[in-house]
């Protein structure tokens, strides 16, 4: 099955600054690579995805790149905010496959 | 996260003892998948039903863990003789879409188990 491998795990930054989350993921057949941020006490929430007929996708101060050749997929986030502070999961899915598989999360914590 | 609502929010048992955990879906949608998350961990597949059919079980334990999605009222997650391992949040997760393969997830606000 799918294995998704997440770095780093906690992310420490200055209110300002940018982060970048990465992901690798091991099936070639992999098409949908969501991202979640997950609050304190809260369920995940779809914050961006990218299907893989598209290498980048961007949304305001959030964008995700996708390369299915190296099968590594990354979140980055500018001018990060405090309310940015939360962790951070990416998953993949294999088309045909209705499972997505999530890697272990990042948490990260923006200094104001 | 409006419209997947799972309860109870917090659940304590002892050792031995029996929790059921329920959910209800977005408006609309017959599908749910639960996962579940220990602590320092990230979200681990469990099971994906749709209503009185359960599609995919590959993620759930063999022994004490079951899973059932009724045609009426919501899909319950049910672990018996639970022991401290089992202490984790348990999420829920409807589709997005009326479109299965997207893969699009909206995750309810988790049900947190203590095993004393």
């Known amino acids: 099955g799918e294995n998704v491998e997440q770095h780093p795990s906690t992310l420490s930054v200055q209110e300002g600054d940018s982060a970048v989350i990465k992901c690798t993921y091991s099936?070639?057949?992999?098409?949908?690579f969501p991202w979640y941020k997950q609050e304190l006490g809260k369920g995940p929430q779809l914050i961006i995805d990218?299907?893989?007929?598209?290498g980048e996708k961007k949304d305001q101060r959030i964008a995700v790149t996708l390369n299915k050749t190296a099968k590594h997929f990354s979140l980055h986030i500018t001018e990060t905010q405090p309310e940015d502070s939360a962790v951070y999961f990416c998953?993949?899915?294999?088309?045909?496959?209705?499972?997505?598989?999530f890697g272990r999360g990042t948490s990260l914590i923006v200094h104001p | 996260n409006a419209g997947v609502m799972q309860n109870p929010r917090h659940l304590v048992r002892r050792r031995g003892q029996e929790a059921r955990l329920r959910c209800s879906p977005m408006k609309g949608h017959s599908h749910v998948y639960w996962y579940r998350q220990l602590p320092e961990e990230g979200l681990k597949f469990m099971v994906y039903?749709?209503?009185?059919?359960?599609?995919?079980e590959s993620g759930m334990p063999k022994e004490r863990f079951s899973a059932e999605f009724p045609k009426e009222g919501p899909s319950i997650l049910r672990i018996q003789q639970v022991v401290r391992g089992d202490s984790a949040a348990y999420f829920c997760a409807s589709p997005l879409s009326h479109r299965l393969d997207t893969g699009e997830l909206f995750f309810g606000e988790g049900s947190r188990l203590t095993v004393l």
């Open positions: 099936d070639s057949a992999s098409n949908y």
């Open positions: 998953a993949a899915k294999p088309g045909g496959s209705y499972i997505p598989t």
């Open positions: 990218i299907r893989s007929n598209v």
């Open positions: 039903l749709q209503k009185e059919n359960i599609i995919d």
